[in-house]
Nanobody, 125 residues
Framework: QVQLVESGGGLVQAGGSLRLSCAASGRTFSRYSVGWFRQGPGKEREFVGYISWSSGSTYYADFVKGRFTISRDNAKNTVYLQMNSLKPEDTAAYYC??????????????????WGQGTQVTVSS
């Protein structure tokens, strides 16, 4: 089992950057694939990006390609979401999620067994 805690959210102007962190407990975090999702007001939770447990391969939603980057530091049990060129439409609560070894449902909320509590990102215009 793993517990996840996100941090790094806040208020930023359009065009600015933030780096979110997802810190995990547990000694086997390196075996977990991690996804980032977001949920804006009145919207469904949507996939942002993913990093695999094995090769560190990453996949992104089209609307963040070229702006967001996911990385991981298994020694620190932490996954990062670097967000650049932020837009007001990026305003949302951001969640990290983990699943041991990952699955083909990496871009779906159904693909993850563990979730963090979320961190709010607000981008002002």
């Amino acid at each position: 089992q793993v517990q996840l805690v996100e941090s790094g959210g806040g208020l930023v102007q359009a065009g600015g950057s933030l780096r979110l962190s997802c810190a995990a407990s547990g000694r086997t975090f390196s075996r977990y694939s991690v996804g980032w999702f977001r949920q804006g007001p009145g919207k469904e939770r949507e996939f942002v990006g993913y990093i695999s447990w094995s090769s560190g391969s990453t996949y992104y939603a089209d609307f963040v390609k070229g702006r967001f980057t996911i990385s991981r530091d298994n020694a620190k049990n932490t996954v990062y979401l670097q967000m650049n060129s932020l837009k007001p439409e990026d305003t949302a609560a951001y969640y990290c999620a983990a699943d041991q070894y990952g699955s083909s449902s990496y871009n779906s909320v159904r693909g993850y067994a563990y979730w963090g509590q979320g961190t709010q990102v607000t981008v002002s215009s």
